[in-house]
């Protein structure tokens, strides 16, 4: 209504009354084409664009890793169904990206905000009131006599964003939601990363404390047998004490795997936002690591940065920061509008009459001089987007030597805990004949017992060299920025 009655008003204006605004024209559109401040592009010294962020991981071996792409749900490399349904679970109810899905939406309702600045606006406003005016404001020495005034009118206007103030705020608001929708990628990531661990460390306390139980048990016996053949004067004291020593050494480490289990658990309880004691039965009676019986495929180093989602974030930020360099400088320039107005002011009785009745039509121009500390705020955003692009170099380098320290460390682990299988099929194999000695009556039964105590003692060492290479797994996979592509589940 307000809109078509401005209109009305237009159409009905002598086209001679307009012609003095017609040499504007020119100059108005001359200027639509102008944007302050620089465009942005990535800077050819960001450590990004450098050979060695675009040359290979290290270690690529084939055997341990290999470069096939990342895959989005890295976790299903595991084929383990309960840990699957933790990870689906906590993408749903995590409390970190119910903080990050708040705040991309508010960056979101910030964009659509920016991009809602200048074009046309309006209103509308009448005002009544019974007055005695003041005569002399009007120049008559008299009072004037007390009347029903009013005031009615509206207004339209268009702002034209010459300098590109307006297009510059765009682009930063723009580039903030970007780089919120990063952010939230990151947590998403974290959040299945941390899952994984937590699972893996339940499932190897778990494991290994069945193993610490059995030598336990073992050594208990042990420590029997040489009691009694001491007693019956075939053995000695030192060996019942030198036993009991280390049955006493392995009952104080069945704490630590119990704490260690339980805090897993409580760690996978806060990331799915329940009760320790809701977790599900297969999670709490896991006790086997789950493994990924393949190369690791990791990619390459110029993927790797560019889907991290770090990286995509800083980027951002450096992008919204060089355009906020734009925003600064259009604060130098005029602010130019075109706007009419229509509307009927004076005594209460008279309104809507010629004597009235008033419209205007013409270019709105608003300038504050570069004053008060204007120039500084440019340079200030000059600044804080030199410091934007440090800050980019710097997460760069961090995830290069994130993904070359988690690639070596898994590496290292895995090779070991090779080492450490190969050592177990040879404990099996001495166990087994020692085993088979002592029921043909050549070896004794503490003999027996120590090759037993060796098996169990080396399948300890070999479990924990496993959980550390699951571990090592998902860190590395943490640190290769896979898993946001996916979405909830």
Request: with cysteine; hydrophobic share 40%; charged share 20%.
């Amino acid at each position: 209504m307000k809109r078509s009655r401005a209109c009305s008003l237009l159409r009905s204006t002598p086209l001679a009354s307009l012609a003095p605004l017609v040499p504007l024209v020119p100059l108005v559109l001359a200027l639509a084409a102008c944007t302050v401040g620089p465009n942005y592009s990535l800077p050819k010294a960001a450590v990004v664009n450098a050979p060695f962020a675009d040359a290979p991981l290290p270690d690529v071996d084939g055997h341990h890793v290999s470069q096939q792409p990342v895959p989005p749900d890295w976790w299903h490399l595991y084929d383990d169904p309960v840990l699957e349904k933790l990870v689906g679970e906590a993408l749903k109810s995590n409390t970190d990206l119910r903080v990050a899905a708040a705040n991309l939406a508010r960056s979101q309702e910030a964009l659509g905000v920016a991009e809602a600045q200048g074009g046309f606006s309006g209103g509308a406003d009448a005002a009544f009131a019974r007055a005695q005016e003041s005569g002399q404001q009007y120049l008559i020495f008299g009072k004037i006599p007390v009347s029903n005034e009013g005031d009615a009118g509206i207004h339209v206007s268009y702002e034209f964003d010459l300098f590109g103030k307006l297009r510059r705020g765009v682009e930063a608001a723009n580039a903030e939601s970007e780089a919120t929708q990063a952010a939230g990628d990151l947590a998403r990531i974290t959040v299945v990363a941390d899952v994984v661990r937590a699972y893996i460390e339940n499932c190897s306390a778990a494991e290994e404390l069945k193993i610490a139980q059995q030598s336990l048990a073992l050594q208990k016996e042990r420590v029997d047998v040489s009691r009694r053949l001491r007693d019956a004067g075939r053995g000695n004291t030192p060996d019942v004490t030198s036993g009991q020593t280390q049955v006493e050494s392995l009952t104080a480490d069945i704490p630590r795997y119990t704490a260690r289990r339980k805090i897993a658990q409580y760690q996978l309880a806060m990331l799915l936002a329940r009760a320790p004691s809701d977790l599900p039965p297969a999670v709490l009676s896991c006790n086997t690591v789950p493994q990924i019986k393949q190369a690791l495929p990791v990619g390459d180093g110029a993927a790797m940065l560019k889907r991290r989602p770090d990286v995509r974030e800083a980027e951002r930020q450096l992008a919204a920061s060089t355009a906020r360099i734009g925003v600064a400088t259009g604060a130098l320039y005029p602010t130019v509008s075109f706007g009419a107005s229509a509307g009927t002011v004076g005594l209460a009785e008279d309104l809507g009459n010629a004597q009235t009745n008033y419209w205007r039509f013409g270019p709105l121009i608003s300038w504050t001089f570069p004053a008060n500390g204007a120039r500084g705020r440019v340079r200030e955003a000059q600044d804080a987007s030199t410091a934007a692009l440090a800050h980019f170099d710097g997460v760069v380098l961090n995830a290069l030597r994130e993904t070359e320290t988690s690639l070596a460390t898994y590496v290292a682990d895995y090779t070991r805990a090779d080492a450490l299988r190969a050592a177990l099929k040879s404990a099996t194999e001495s166990a087994s004949e020692t085993h088979r000695l002592y029921v043909g009556g050549r070896e004794s039964f503490i003999a027996d017992l120590d090759a037993t105590r060796t098996l169990t003692s080396i399948r300890s060492q070999v479990a924990a060299a496993e959980g550390q290479v699951a571990i090592d797994q998902a860190n590395l996979f943490l640190a290769l920025g896979g898993g946001w592509e996916s979405k909830p589940q």
